[in-house]
């Protein structure tokens, strides 16, 4: 079991830069998990943002941020963050973190078996 909690987010506008953190606890050490973001807009379905493996060597992201968001993690701090830039009003949604045990990151809402409660995050233009 790991508990999450993810904070960071707020109201920005259009061009800005958010940072979300997500701290982990729980028995096992962060390192056994892989972690993910994720967002749901209102109306929409939850979908994937970014993933971490365990050990932060490897990353992945959703087309839609690749090169504006940055996933990193803090093994020593058992927290995960993404780094946001240069927000578009289409970035608003609360963001998720989401952990996996294992080594290697998932792609897909079912592949967590960890949420935290979600950070609302508004673009406005």
Known sequence: QVQ??????????????????????????????????????????????AAINYNGRSTHYADSVKGRFTISRDNAKNTVYLQMNSLPPEDTAVYYCAARLGIYYGIGVNEYNYWGQGTQVTVSS
């Open 4 to 49: 999450l909690v993810e904070s960071g987010g707020g109201l920005v506008q259009a061009g800005d830069s958010l940072r979300l953190s997500c701290a982990a606890s729980g028995r096992r050490t962060f390192s056994s998990y892989s972690m993910g973001w994720f967002r749901q807009a209102p109306g929409k379905e939850r979908e994937f943002v």
